[in-house]
C-alpha cells in the first residue's frame, strides 16, 4: 500500500533528492503544514533532513538523507485456492485464502494485508510517542469487559484526532490508525488472526517458523506471518500478562491466563521451550454456535431427532454429563443446549474460563469464573468454592465447566440429589468411559451415586477428516456390583455419517412419567412438535443466539401460538416478535 508519505519520498528521488514543501504540496494537494509534520518525523528517523530559509516568505527545504529498501512481499505461491474471504479490522482490511502451497503440496493459510513502506512505518513509530504523550496507555488491571471495551474504542478514537491534523486522505487514516491500535493496544499482526472467527487457534512456536493457526473447516495450517524476532514474543506474552495481572519472565517462564474476552492464553519462554518462545491463544467463540447450527446439514454434527430428545430432557430438568476429547465440541453442545433452558429459571454456571453465553432474555443468569493465586499465592478461588456458593444461591440450574476432582463431583452430586439440575463436561471418548473416570481415582465416586446422572452425551472429533459429531446419547440405567449398566440410546455411524436410534429409552421413560404424569403418547407427541419447531427454525434460519433465544422464550410462555405458527407456516419475523 502506497501512502502519502511514499508518494513525498517519490518526489524526492524524482527531484534529485531536494525538494520545498510548497513544490511538494502543489504536486501532491497535500497541506504544507501537514506535509511539514510528516518531513519533521521522517527526520527524526534519519530519512531527511529539513532546511529552513532566512526569509521566512520561502518554504522549507526537504533533503534526502538516507534510502531504505522495501521488503518485498512473499507472493501467493498456491496450486489452487480452496476459499477466499475478507476482514476488516478496526479499519485494516485483508484478504484470507486457504490454498494448497506448490512447494510441499499441503494446504495453508495466507493473509493478503496492506504492506507498508519503511517511510510509512518511521512515521508510525513516531506517532506512537505523540499518542501516548496525549493519551496515556492503561495499564491498571481492568476487570470488566465492557469497560475494556470503551477503553479500547476511546484510543483508538484518539489515535484518528491525532491523525486528523496531518490530512492524510481517509483510507490512509484508517489503515494507520488500525495499525497503530494494534501495535500499541494489542498484538500487533496477530490482532487481524484473532478477528478471524474461522480460527480456533493461534500458536507461536518461535520466531523462526511462521505462524501456525487451527481453521475450524481445515484444522492446522500454517500461515504467512512470521514474528519478527524471539523478543517480540516476549514482549507479547508480557502484554498479555499485564492485562490480567499476571507476570513473566525467566523466574517465572510459564504464563497461563484467560482473557477477559474468554480467550485462553499459554506462553512459555525459552529454555523452557527448546526451540523459542511460544504462545498459544485459544479463542473464545465471538458468535456462538446455537442447537440449529448442529443439525444444520452442512455441519451434520447431531440429528434433529437427537437434538429434540436433549430439549425435552433439559425442558424436563434430567441431569447431563457432557463428554469428550480435547476440542471435540463438549462445551459448545452443552452452551447450545442450555438455550433449552426455561427463562424465569435462575442459572449459575461455575468454569474456570468463560465460555458458556447464554441469550439474553435469561436475566436471572448469574456467570461465574474461577481465581488463581497471585505471585504470594493468595487470593485463590477455585471451582468448590464457586460450587459450595452457588448452592446457597438458590438456583435452578448449575453448570460446571468440567469435573476434575473428587470433591467437586462429591458437591456436584450432592446438588443433584437435592433437586438441582446439574449440566458440566468431562474428558471421556464413551459412555462407559465416562462412568469408569467417575467411579476411578481422583475422581472416586461412589457407584451408588451414579444413578443422579440421567443422560450422558458424548461428543467426538475426527481428526483424519476433521469432523465434530455427536457421538452417543446414553443413559445410566443401574450400576450392578462389577460394571455400570449404560442404555445406549442414539450412536453415530462413521461408515455412513449417519445417526442412529439403538434403543429406546427405559429409565429416561420411567422417570419422565414419575415427575411429569406424561403418558408415552405424549412424550412422542411433544418430541414430533420439538422436530417440528427445530426444523422450522433451520429452513428459516433462525440460528444466532437471540434469535434461537427469542424463539425459546415464546416458546414458553405461549407454547400454542408457536404450534401454530410452525404448523401453519408463518413469516419468521412474526414469530420472533411474538
Not at 484510543?155 to 490508525?177: A, C, H, M, T
Request: aromatic share 8%; with cysteine; charged share 25%.
Amino acid at each position: 500500500m502506497k501512502t502519502s508519505i511514499d508518494a513525498l519520498v517519490g518526489l524526492l528521488l524524482q527531484n534529485g533528492k531536494k525538494i520545498t514543501v510548497r513544490e511538494a504540496a502543489a504536486k501532491l494537494r497535500w497541506d504544507e503544514k501537514a506535509i511539514e509534520k510528516v518531513a519533521l518525523m521522517l527526520e527524526q528517523g534519519k530519512v531527511l533532513q529539513l532546511d529552513y530559509p532566512v526569509n521566512p516568505l520561502e518554504s522549507i527545504t526537504l533533503h534526502m538523507l538516507e534510502e531504505k529498501s522495501t521488503e518485498k512481499k512473499v507472493p501467493l505461491k498456491a496450486i489452487n485456492v480452496r476459499e477466499k474471504y475478507t476482514l476488516d479490522v478496526d479499519g485494516v482490511p485483508a484478504e484470507v485464502y486457504i490454498y494448497e502451497s506448490k512447494e510441499d503440496r499441503t494446504l495453508q493459510y495466507y493473509i493478503d494485508m496492506p504492506t507498508l513502506s519503511p517511510y510509512t512505518w518511521v512515521v508510525i513509530e513516531q506517532l506512537k510517542d505523540e499518542i501516548i504523550k496525549k493519551v496515556p496507555v492503561e495499564v491498571e488491571l481492568i476487570t470488566d469487559v465492557e469497560r475494556a471495551s470503551k477503553i479500547s474504542k476511546a484510543f483508538y478514537q484518539n489515535i484518528l484526532d491525532v491523525l486528523r491534523q496531518y490530512n492524510f486522505p481517509p483510507n490512509e487514516k484508517s489503515v494507520i490508525g488500525g495499525i497503530l491500535l494494534h501495535e500499541m493496544n494489542g498484538l500487533g499482526e496477530i490482532e487481524m488472526l484473532v478477528a478471524d472467527d474461522w480460527l480456533e487457534e493461534i500458536i507461536i512456536n518461535s520466531a523462526s517458523i511462521p505462524i501456525g493457526i487451527y481453521h475450524r473447516k481445515y484444522g492446522w495450517l500454517k500461515t504467512n506471518i512470521f514474528i519478527k524476532s524471539e523478543e517480540k514474543t516476549v514482549d507479547y506474552a508480557s502484554y498479555i500478562g499485564r492485562k490480567v495481572g499476571r507476570n513473566i519472565s525467566t523466574l517465572t517462564p510459564i504464563l497461563d491466563a484467560h482473557l477477559l474476552t474468554g480467550d485462553r492464553v499459554n506462553s512459555t519462554l525459552y529454555p523452557i521451550s527448546t526451540k523459542g518462545n511460544t504462545i498459544t491463544v485459544r479463542k473464545f467463540a465471538r458468535n456462538p454456535w446455537t442447537i440449529i447450527n448442529f443439525i444444520s446439514p452442512e455441519l451434520n454434527t447431531m440429528s434433529v431427532d437427537m437434538a429434540a430428545f436433549l430439549w425435552q430432557a433439559i425442558q424436563y430438568e434430567m441431569n447431563v454429563i457432557f463428554a469428550g476429547g480435547t476440542a471435540s465440541g463438549k462445551t459448545t453442545a452443552l452452551n447450545s443446549l442450555a438455550c433449552f433452558i426455561q427463562p424465569f429459571h435462575r442459572v449459575i454456571s461455575i468454569e474456570d474460563t468463560r465460555e458458556i453465553v447464554l441469550p439474553s432474555y435469561m436475566w436471572n443468569w448469574i456467570p461465574t469464573v474461577t481465581r488463581t493465586p497471585n505471585q504470594e499465592g493468595l487470593g485463590e478461588v477455585s471451582m468448590l468454592d464457586l460450587m459450595v456458593s452457588s448452592l446457597r444461591m438458590r438456583p435452578d440450574r448449575i453448570i460446571v465447566g468440567e469435573i476434575r476432582r473428587g470433591r467437586e463431583a462429591e458437591v456436584l452430586f450432592e446438588a443433584m440429589h437435592t433437586g438441582h439440575s446439574v449440566y458440566s463436561t468431562l474428558h471421556a471418548d464413551t459412555g462407559l468411559q465416562v462412568v469408569k473416570r467417575l467411579m476411578e481415582p481422583p475422581i472416586s465416586v461412589p457407584k451408588s451415586e451414579l444413578s443422579a446422572v440421567n443422560l450422558l452425551v458424548v461428543q467426538h472429533r475426527d481428526r483424519k477428516r476433521n469432523l465434530r459429531r455427536t457421538m452417543e446419547i446414553s443413559e445410566v440405567i443401574a450400576v450392578q456390583e462389577e460394571e455400570p449398566n449404560l442404555n445406549i440410546i442414539y450412536h453415530w455411524r462413521p461408515r455412513t455419517d449417519n445417526f442412529d436410534l439403538v434403543h429406546e429409552p427405559r429409565r429416561y421413560i420411567e422417570e419422565l412419567n414419575l415427575h411429569t404424569g406424561m403418558t408415552v403418547t405424549e412424550m412422542k407427541e411433544d418430541l414430533n412438535s420439538k422436530r417440528a419447531i427445530l426444523g422450522y427454525m433451520l429452513k428459516n434460519k433462525i440460528d444466532s443466539l437471540e434469535k434461537v433465544g427469542a424463539v425459546m422464550k415464546l416458546y414458553y410462555t405461549d407454547p400454542d401460538f408457536v404450534n401454530t405458527a410452525v404448523s401453519k407456516g408463518y413469516a419468521p419475523k412474526r414469530l420472533l416478535e411474538g
